[in-house]
């Protein structure tokens, strides 16, 4: 609506201003004359009042019902009383019209409303986003043993259901026949699959992985843990508090400002010259005067430069009160898996036994594991490839359900699993790996064993969610401005732990369930810290939605995507640090450019009032006007210095 009354009130106050006496004057030129042409003026600023100024006037009205004048209540004010000091001067000799201070009032108070309103964004498509985790069919299993594709609102408590290979749950429900493993990540935040059995829980919108279950349902629709985790999204959205507008604030003093002068400037003048048209055009000054040119566009100015500066360093602002909120942090809490960590299984240690080589270990081992499509196997073949060592040749490969693989490898039989893999086996682990294990165990740590001719653990690898680097920078820095870090985990104690300890995390909560991160945010909050959190999971919605800002990594699910203030695009971590540096350099611009818009003002209003009376000095309205612009040309310049702010 601002952007298309911005247009066409522009358009149409291009006549005025061309057909103005005073700007014709000021510019020495004459606009062509025809019968009729002295109308131009005034026909097209009552269009330009009408179209562009009412809406000004139909939101003043429920700050006028709250007794809280603001923003919209000071742009009434000057818009009306120069509209009615212009139509009357048409009429009153002696007096000057001037519908040009009006239209141009009325343009820039719409361009400055379209630039705000562009900049914010609600984050109402989370909800969306986690609607789409559930299947819209599933397969249901008949009494015949047969299957038949059913809508998932048809299911009922009892319904059997075959979930495939890559299919997600559709339902929460208990596992009857088969087993597989589960990714769980996007509601738990557990970043390694959960294996499934008979008698195992599933929960509606996880995947499933490697084989196929049959699962009996017992919870459909508003009952599934999904449709939880929207209700906790949707009641920390509504539950967000409303920030007023610092220039909210300053329009409010300049209001009751704006009508004391005005009042005082009527009585000092009556009393001095009498009542006559001299007091009115001194009154008219004030009010004019008091319009908000620059404070209109002190913030939105400051929000858009901050968002265009915010998305070249990687930065997605949706809302603009949290990037505000944003240099008051006192607190950034942190899911761990994708976040601090890549959520990913990566190889963070090796031991061999006597006789055999790291490089000899991994070629075998990424051989073994070339096809599979496990996590596991992934993390020993990426392993493999940073080390530049080349996979080994294998035949008769196979899966070990539940304990690892097997192939053939030159000639000789290897097995590569975990513990239990050892166990079935019924072999011991050289010392030196057997100690290795231990280490890696009491830091939460995956091992697998690559085992030669089932009698001979060979070597040993330890697998963990890898940390990156970017996290620990990122944390030097935020302690380095005295912000505490947190960190939130579905892991276990011991992988939280370990993370913590290594990165110097100040606190952190482990095995915490979406809900119960929803209200780790909310138990800080009500120990009156200001907390950011960052996460990437449809299980950090509902906590990044609470949170005071909500920071999404760009390459996590939609729906965190959606339910977060600000998107950093590039997955880093460090970009938090920047963020805040940005809010504050972004915060002290508003304040400058508030002192500008308002300093000007308490600067003009005396004169406007003529204080300056005695010694020859006195505004007319047209003069006043000019004089106030220049205050917008002042806070466009110092708004646009935010470009070159140093976010290192």
Known sequence: ??????????????????????????????????????????????????????????????????????????????????????????????????????????????????????????????????????????????????????????????????????????????????????????????????????????????????????????????????????????????????????????????????????????????????????????????????????????????????????????????????????????TVMFDKTGTLTKGEQGVVGVETAAGWSEEEAFEVAAGVEGDSEHMIARAIRTAADERGVQRASVSNFENLRGLGVKATVGGELVHLGGPNLIEKLGIDRPSSIASFADEAGSNAQTVIYLIQDESEVVAAFALADVIREESRQAIDALHAMDIEVAMLTGDSEDVAKAVSEELGIDQYFAEVLPEEKDTKVEQLQSEGKLVAMVGDGVNDAPALTRADVGIAIGSGTDVAIESGDIILVENNPRDVVRLIKLSKASYRKMQENLVWATGYNVFALPLAAGVLAPVGILLSPAIGAVFMSLSTVIVAINARRLRGVDLS
């Open 1 to 330: 609506m601002f952007r298309r009354r911005f247009f066409v009130s522009t358009a149409l106050s291009i006549p005025v201003l061309l057909y103005s006496p005073f700007i014709q004057g000021a510019l020495g030129f004459s606009a062509p004359a025809f019968p009729g042409s002295s109308w131009i003026t005034p026909v097209f600023a009552v269009v330009v009042f009408a179209y562009g100024g009412v809406p000004f006037l139909k939101m003043a009205v429920p700050e006028l019902k709250d007794r809280s004048p603001g923003m919209m209540t000071l742009i009434s004010m000057a818009i009306v009383v120069a509209f009615l000091y212009s139509v009357a001067s048409l009429f009153i000799p002696g007096t000057t019209p001037f519908f040009w201070e009006l239209v141009t009032l009325i343009d820039i108070m719409l361009l400055g409303h379209w630039i705000e309103m562009r900049s914010v964004r609600a984050a109402s498509g989370a909800l969306d986003e986690l609607a789409k985790l559930m299947p819209d069919t599933a397969e249901r299993v008949t009494e015949s043993g047969e299957t038949e594709g059913v809508p998932v609102s048809e299911l009922q408590d009892g319904d059997v259901l075959l979930v495939r290979p890559g299919a997600s749950v559709p339902a929460d429900g208990e596992v009857v026949e088969g087993a597989s493993s589960v990714d769980e990540s996007m509601i738990t935040g557990e970043s390694r699959p959960v294996d499934k059995e008979e008698g195992s829980d599933v929960v509606a919108g996880t995947v499933n992985q490697d084989g196929s279950l049959r699962v009996r349902v017992t919870k459909t629709g508003d009952e599934t843990a999904l449709a939880g985790i929207m209700r906790l999204v949707e009641d920390a959205q509504q539950s967000k508090s409303k920030t007023q507008l610092l220039a909210d604030r300053a329009s409010g003093w300049l209001f009751y400002a704006a009508l004391g002068v005005a009042a005082i400037t009527a009585v000092a003048w009556v009393i001095a010259v009498g009542l006559n048209i001299a007091v009115l055009e001194r009154v008219v000054t004030v009010l004019v005067i008091a319009c908000p040119h620059a404070l209109g566009l002190a913030v939105p100015l400051v929000v858009a430069i901050n968002t265009s500066t915010a998305a070249r360093n990687g930065m997605l602002i949706r809302d603009r009160i949290a990037m505000e909120e944003a240099r008051n942090l006192d």
